[in-house]
Every structure is written in structure tokens, then in C-alpha cells.
């Protein structure tokens, strides 16, 4: 891939290994502090005494702004809730900074705000505090959301938690999100629906039984299981006949020459339990299946039908598309 | 002005009274909870018990990128920990949401982060979590960034607490900011630099003797004076020869036939002070000046130096330039 190293590009904002490299560039010219802790998760942690408090931050352009199963509003609202959950803590409240583009048509918005408070009513997590600006036309791509949030907890979930003899579990299928938005722009005719949806409940109902907990967003599960083998010091193995992917995904996917590990989901976790709690586990979650097994070692690897092994790499170069 | 319902416009997002209107019409959809108070407020409580965290929210998108006095990276820093100071709140933690467009120059990124930076060594807020993002050319002009931030009080500063027969302050001379985006904007030379500063040292030294404290940044001195007068129920008369605005600042709001009194600053608090404390709170803020007085009554009235009264309305429609 040829690249201009004096420009910020696509790649770098794949939620894979550029990304990673950009952020930890822009990182080190930020400051951070010693009474917050997990800065490097999907929210850091600032200790209260008696309880720990996670704060979190996501943007999302969409395109499609509404797409099959949600829109921009709803995507933005979990991406936050799911962020905060996935750290084991119980968001208290949100905020929601709107960008619109001048001539947006006005009836989108507030379908856009409908989907935000029907979200904030499921989960009974309330949107406390906000922007809402608007610019000149050609300054932003329709409407640009980025969401916030705070949560409560008294013990935090680290993705350095995987231990050697876990079971790797899913919420459910995985990739629905970015295949519907795949099937979108290529025009292709599909029946899914993105999986786009608040974790917090589920993830709460199992809390203490979890080892690590992530929601492979960007990047996908690659990005995902890598991360937290990387920080957990242990390698990981998944079974191919095992794999959380619906034919459809596989097909889109097939079609455009992508890997099923990097796609986006916007509703699922991924995390790891010691295998006396996995039963216990997916009765609770009623889509939850085992995917793979924590071993000693580094490195995620794909055990095929044919009983050989695949590395799974954290992606890098160019996600199409752009989910979030 | 003549404007379609049916799209949103520039004016819905300038701050003043379509503002209001576009907020309040979106927050209806929104829900709200009970353990969270101020939601209306530059930033929204939450009551932990012995304390209270304040969480807000801003986006920027700033054109220039970089301006005399300061970038987007300061101003989306200085505007968070400006909203939680004003609240009487001492900020503890930042979110940084960078959306970038492909293309952009890494060097120009790297000055905002390290612009990012300074402000959190300089206040020591850390920068404690974020997101960054790359779109597509044309999804975004240049760069978006969308601060969030939390902070922790024994005690929140109201804005409807202004009493009668408060003096009114301004911590320095108004507008700078949005007089050198104008300057900028038409090409006038000028040598005012913005103001975009932090100012939660400054709040705190005075904390307790505020009766209320707002900064004026979009909407200006007249939305913030209208909405502490609306919300304190009292009438406030601001005195022409005490206006706090710089002579070239007015020199290009006359030259462009803007209102200084809508110019937005970056770096100032507006706040009403029981007159036994004036003295104390002029002499711990070097730049602080008397502007006005408040009384019994409603709408804010500027008294002329031939002792006529105008009326200073909350700024409507479009502002020139839309400065964040």
C-alpha cells in the first residue's frame, strides 16, 4: 500500500494496526495522570473511594445515516452504553454532541432524536447534557454524533483478565452490523439487520463471571481478541466450525474479498470465563456461544476443519467500509 | 430572513433564540432522570453523596484551524474545562473525539495535539480517554473535535442564582475571540489575539463569593446575561461607558454591522457578585471589571451614556462568522 506519511489516511482510522499507531502518537503528546487508570481501554477509570467511575467517548458520521436495524442516533447512544458496560460498569448517564450539516432535512433529526431517547428508555440511562451546532454546508457529510458517557462500578472488567484454560465466548453472531452496511453500499439485496443494540443488561447479568469483556466494534474480532490476548500475555484458539457468523455475513464478505475478523458489530461482546462458569454463563445469555479456548502462549490462531492453523492478525490498511 | 421549516439552518445553530428553540425541540424527545440535576445548565449533576460530579460536552469545528491566539485543539479543551469551571466544578478528566478528514496534514495534527497537551499540563487536566477517527474526503472540513469533560464540587454555582442588587463582572474585555475569526474571515489586519484561555484557576479563587457565573461563548454577553436574568427572575442594567469591549473590537463589529453584545469569547466568565464581596473578587481577578447591576424586573438593558435605556435582546439569527 503506498502511503503519504506527511497526510492522515483512511487506514489510519481503521480501528486496526495504523489506527492503533496513530493514536499512540497523539497519546504521547497528551498528559495523563496517576489517579486515573485503564487509560488505555474502552474507558478510563478515575477512583472515587468507595466506587470506581468510568468515563468513555465515541464518534460516529454513518453512511447510511439510517440503515437496516438503527440510524446514527442509535449507534451512537450504544456504542457509548456498550463501551462503559464492557469496562463492568453501570452507566449513569450520557451526553450526545450533534454536528448538522445546514439543510438537514429537519424530520431526520428528530427521527435521529426519537431512536436516542427510545434507547435511553430501554436502558433507563438518561442523556444529561449536550451540543448541538450547526455548520455551513460542506463542512460536515449531513451529521456527525459523538456521545459521551459516565458509569459506576466497584469492580472493573480489564482486557488484561483472559487467564490460560478460559473459554473465548460471543454474545451472538458477529458482523451483521458492517455486513448491512456493506449490502448498502454495494447494493447488494440482503435480509439482515445490524445487531446495533445496548449491552449493559446482558453484560450485568453475568458481570462477575467474566475474566475480560470487549465489543468488537472496529476493527472487529481480530482488533478485539488481539488486544486482549496482547495485554493478558496469553494465545487464544478458535474453532473454524465454531466461527459467530451468519451465511449472509460470509457471503457478503466472500463477495468483497474481506476478511469475516475485521468486521464491525455494534450490539455483541466477546470476552473470557473460566470454563466452571461457562455453562452458568450461556444460560444466562440467551445468543451466547463458545467460540475458542485460552492457551499459553501469544497470538490468535483459527483451528480449521482441516485441522490447520490460521494467525489471525489485527487488521491494517483500509476497512470498507468505514462503519463508524 | 426568510428560512424552509423543513431544513435545518444556520441560525438554529448560532447559539441565540432558534438555538433554544432547535434544543428544546430535540431535548423533548430526549428523556431525562431525576438523580440528575442542572440539565439545562452548562454542564449536568450528579450527586455522589459527599459530592457532586459535573459532566459536559462541546464540539468544534473551527475555521481557521489555527488562529491568533490559540487552535482548535485549545479552544475544544479550553471550552470543556471552561463549562465545568463555571459550574464551580474543579474538572478532573477530559475526553478528546478527533474526527479527521483523509488527507489532512500530519503536522498540523500533531500541533493540535501538542496545543491539546499544554492546556492539560498547564491546568494538569489529563486527557484521559478519546477516539479518532479518519473519513473519507469531503465527509468532514479538515477536522472535528468533540471534547467531553468531568468534574467534582461540594457546591454547584446556579445560573439562576443572581440576586437583586448584585454587581455584574466580566473577568476581561469581551469578544477578542470571535473579533480575530472576523478579522481573519475578511482580511482585515488586526493585532487583537483570542482570548481562549482556561479559566478554572481563576473561578476557583473566587468560588465562593459568585452568585452566578456563565462564559460567553456562542450567543455572547447577550445569552448569557438573558438566560441568568430569566433564570434568576431579576433585570439587569449593564452601562454603556463600562462595556467591556476592546476599541478593535468594536471597530470590526461596526464595519460589519454585528452586535459586539452577540460576539462570542473563549477565554471569559461573566458573573454576579453580592457587592460586599466586589471588592475581594476584583482584586483576586486582575482583569475583572464592573459592567452593571442587577434589579428587580426582567430583560436586559443597556444604559447609555445620554441615559437611555436599550434593550439587549438574546441574539437571533445568523452569526457571522459561527466561531465553534
Same mark, same amino acid.
Given at each position: 500500500?503506498?502511503?503519504?506519511?506527511?497526510?492522515?489516511?483512511?487506514?489510519?482510522?481503521?480501528?486496526?494496526?495504523?489506527?492503533?499507531?496513530?493514536?499512540?502518537? %497523539?497519546? /504521547? &503528546?497528551?498528559?495523563?495522570? =496517576?489517579?486515573?487508570?485503564?487509560?488505555? $481501554?474502552?474507558?478510563?477509570?478515575?477512583? *472515587? !473511594?468507595?466506587?470506581?467511575?468510568?468515563?468513555?467517548?465515541?464518534?460516529?458520521?454513518?453512511?447510511?445515516?439510517?440503515?437496516?436495524?438503527?440510524?446514527?442516533?442509535?449507534?451512537?447512544?450504544?456504542?457509548?452504553?456498550?463501551?462503559?458496560?464492557?469496562?463492568?460498569?453501570?452507566?449513569?448517564?450520557?451526553?450526545?454532541?450533534?454536528?448538522?450539516?445546514?439543510?438537514?432535512?429537519?424530520?431526520?433529526?428528530?427521527?435521529?432524536?426519537?431512536?436516542?431517547?427510545?434507547?435511553?428508555?430501554?436502558?433507563?440511562?438518561?442523556?444529561?447534557?449536550?451540543?448541538?451546532?450547526?455548520?455551513?454546508?460542506?463542512?460536515?457529510?449531513?451529521?456527525?454524533?459523538?456521545?459521551?458517557?459516565?458509569? %459506576?462500578? /466497584? &469492580?472493573?472488567?480489564?482486557? =488484561?483478565?483472559?487467564?490460560?484454560?478460559? $473459554?473465548?465466548?460471543?454474545?451472538?453472531? *458477529? !458482523?451483521?452490523?458492517?455486513?448491512?452496511?456493506?449490502?448498502?453500499?454495494?447494493?447488494?439485496?440482503?435480509?439482515?439487520?445490524?445487531?446495533?443494540?445496548?449491552?449493559?443488561?446482558?453484560?450485568?447479568?453475568?458481570?462477575?463471571?467474566?475474566?475480560?469483556?470487549?465489543?468488537?466494534?472496529?476493527?472487529?474480532?481480530?482488533?478485539?481478541?488481539?488486544?486482549?490476548?496482547?495485554?493478558?500475555?496469553?494465545?487464544?484458539?478458535?474453532?473454524?466450525?465454531?466461527?459467530?457468523?451468519?451465511?449472509?455475513?460470509?457471503?457478503?464478505?466472500?463477495?468483497?474479498?474481506?476478511?469475516?475478523?475485521?468486521?464491525?458489530?455494534?450490539?455483541?461482546?466477546?470476552?473470557?470465563?473460566?470454563?466452571?462458569?461457562?455453562?452458568?454463563?450461556?444460560?444466562?445469555?440467551?445468543?451466547?456461544?463458545?467460540?475458542?479456548?485460552?492457551?499459553?502462549?501469544?497470538?490468535?490462531?483459527?483451528?480449521?476443519?482441516?485441522?490447520?492453523?490460521?494467525?489471525?492478525?489485527?487488521?491494517?490498511?483500509?476497512?470498507?467500509?468505514?462503519?463508524?
Amino acid at each position: 500500500m503506498t502511503t503519504n506519511n506527511n497526510k492522515i489516511s483512511i487506514e489510519q482510522g481503521s480501528g486496526g494496526a495504523a489506527s492503533a499507531d496513530l493514536i499512540s502518537q %497523539l497519546r /504521547k &503528546t497528551y498528559q495523563l495522570d =496517576s489517579n486515573w487508570t485503564n487509560t488505555e $481501554d474502552d474507558g478510563a477509570v478515575f477512583d *472515587l !473511594g468507595n466506587e470506581k467511575l468510568v468515563f468513555t467517548t465515541d464518534a460516529f458520521i454513518v453512511d447510511p445515516v439510517f440503515f437496516a436495524g438503527g440510524d446514527i442516533g442509535k449507534i451512537a447512544m450504544c456504542g457509548t452504553i456498550n463501551d462503559l458496560a464492557v469496562m463492568g460498569a453501570k452507566p449513569i448517564g450520557l451526553s450526545v454532541s450533534i454536528i448538522i450539516e445546514e439543510g438537514f432535512p429537519k424530520e431526520d433529526l428528530l427521527k435521529i432524536a426519537k431512536s436516542i431517547n427510545k434507547i435511553s428508555q430501554q436502558t433507563n440511562i438518561p442523556v444529561v447534557t449536550g451540543d448541538t451546532k450547526v455548520t455551513d454546508k460542506g463542512k460536515i457529510d449531513k451529521i456527525e454524533i459523538t456521545t459521551a458517557g459516565v458509569g %459506576l462500578t /466497584k &469492580t472493573v472488567i480489564n482486557n =488484561s483478565g483472559a487467564k490460560i484454560g478460559d $473459554d473465548i465466548i460471543t454474545s451472538g453472531s *458477529l !458482523g451483521d452490523h458492517a455486513a448491512v452496511i456493506l449490502a448498502h453500499r454495494f447494493d447488494y439485496k440482503t435480509t439482515l439487520e445490524s445487531d446495533c443494540q445496548p449491552l449493559n443488561q446482558e453484560i450485568q447479568s453475568v458481570l462477575n463471571m467474566l475474566t475480560s469483556c470487549k465489543d468488537p466494534t472496529r476493527g472487529g474480532l481480530a482488533a478485539n481478541l488481539n488486544e486482549i490476548a496482547y495485554k493478558s500475555k496469553v494465545k487464544m484458539i478458535l474453532e473454524e466450525d465454531q466461527l459467530p457468523y451468519k451465511k449472509q455475513t460470509v457471503a457478503i464478505c466472500d463477495l468483497l474479498g474481506l476478511s469475516i475478523f475485521d468486521l464491525a458489530s455494534e450490539g455483541r461482546f466477546v470476552a473470557t470465563v473460566n470454563p466452571k462458569n461457562t455453562k452458568a454463563v450461556l444460560t444466562k445469555l440467551k445468543n451466547a456461544q463458545v467460540i475458542g479456548k485460552v492457551i499459553e502462549g501469544n497470538g490468535i490462531y483459527l483451528k480449521t476443519n482441516l485441522e490447520t492453523l490460521r494467525k489471525i492478525e489485527n487488521s491494517s490498511g483500509k476497512l470498507i467500509p468505514r462503519i463508524c
